[in-house]
Nanobody
């Protein structure tokens, strides 16, 4: 069955960095564009970043542009989200998405 398993979340101070990973299985990873979304408490889930099947094209939400980098390794069936210069407003559950599949999410908390 299809699985998207996120990891790498945690508690970080403002200005810090985290690297999220999403390991995919049960489908042909290299044929799917991959995305990250996030959902903060009391808010709707929102788009963060997306990457094309080859990794040659990426797109970011304005709120994370210049701070976050999405990448993928098709040999490892894994997509990453490198998050730098983290802010308290980045606190959310981060989800991996490969239409129409969702991961279970990983919590990211930015607090001093």
């Amino acid at each position: 069955q299809v699985q998207l398993v996120e990891s790498g979340g945690g508690l970080v101070q403002p200005g810090g960095s985290l690297r999220l990973s999403c390991a995919a299985s049960g489908f042909t990873f290299r044929y799917f564009a991959m995305s990250w979304y996030r959902q903060a408490p009391g808010k709707e889930r929102e788009f963060v970043a997306t990457i094309s099947v080859t990794g040659g094209s990426t797109n970011y939400a304005d709120s994370v542009k210049g701070r976050f980098t999405i990448s993928r390794d098709n040999a490892k069936n894994t997509v990453y989200l490198q998050m730098n210069s983290l802010k308290p407003e980045d606190t959310a559950v981060y989800y991996c998405y490969a239409n129409p599949y969702w991961g279970q999410g990983t919590q990211v908390t930015i607090s001093s």
